[in-house]
């Protein structure tokens, strides 16, 4: 595995690409895992929620996810790294440059995501990174259901 000190920027550029990396492991999406977050977040709206309405009422025939819960699991959808930053003492999420519910997740599926790093700049604070991951549905793979731009400072 390929080492950058994160403080070197020049060096960092060669990180970016219009290519994604490999594919992360998959995660299964239950009811019971959609019900948990629905009981977390209160948003218990029935297209979530409630099998059997979906069955009649909703154009996917299913339960879906909700698309925040797609988003929280990006963690969980870590996929192997080629390169790893070395000599920084923290990282910082600094947030989001763009995020896009896409498509339905249907309860039964699988999810997976892969990155890219679509840019690297030099900031007071640091080295910001931001990445671009695109989550799909295992079998989905010519459209992203979710399209995530992540900012990461490494200080």
């Not at 920027?9 to 629905?38: C, H, M, N, R, Y």
């Given at each position: 595995?390929?080492?950058?000190?994160?403080?070197?920027?020049?060096?960092?550029?060669?990180?970016?690409?219009?290519?994604?990396?490999?594919?992360?492991?998959?995660?299964?999406?239950?009811?019971?895992?959609?019900?948990?977050f629905a009981e977390l977040t209160g948003d218990t709206y029935?297209?979530?929620?409630?099998?059997?309405?979906?069955?009649?009422?909703?154009?996917?025939?299913?339960?879906?996810?909700?698309?925040?819960?797609?988003?929280?699991?990006?963690?969980?959808?870590?996929?192997?790294?080629?390169?790893?930053?070395?000599?920084?003492?923290?990282?910082?999420?600094?947030?989001?440059?763009?995020?896009?519910?896409?498509?339905?997740?249907?309860?039964?599926s699988a999810l997976r995501c892969r990155s890219r790093v679509?840019?690297?700049?030099?900031?007071?604070?640091?080295?910001?990174?931001?990445?671009?991951?695109?989550?799909?549905?295992?079998?989905?793979?010519?459209?992203?259901?979710?399209?995530?731009?992540?900012?990461?400072?490494?200080?």
């Amino acid at each position: 595995m390929k080492q950058y000190v994160y403080s070197d920027v020049d060096a960092l550029q060669e990180l970016v690409s219009d290519d994604f990396g490999p594919w992360s492991e998959k995660v299964e999406i239950t009811q019971a895992l959609v019900d948990q977050f629905a009981e977390l977040t209160g948003d218990t709206y029935w297209i979530h929620t409630d099998p059997e309405k979906a069955k009649s009422d909703s154009p996917f025939g299913v339960t879906i996810a909700h698309g925040f819960l797609s988003l929280v699991l990006l963690p969980k959808m870590r996929g192997e790294s080629s390169y790893e930053l070395t000599g920084y003492n923290n990282i910082l999420n600094y947030g989001s440059d763009k995020l896009r519910f896409i498509g339905p997740v249907p309860v039964g599926s699988a999810l997976r995501c892969r990155s890219r790093v679509k840019g690297v700049t030099a900031t007071p604070k640091g080295t910001k990174l931001l990445m671009e991951q695109h989550v799909h549905v295992v079998g989905q793979d010519d459209r992203p259901v979710l399209v995530y731009e992540m900012i990461i400072i490494y200080m």
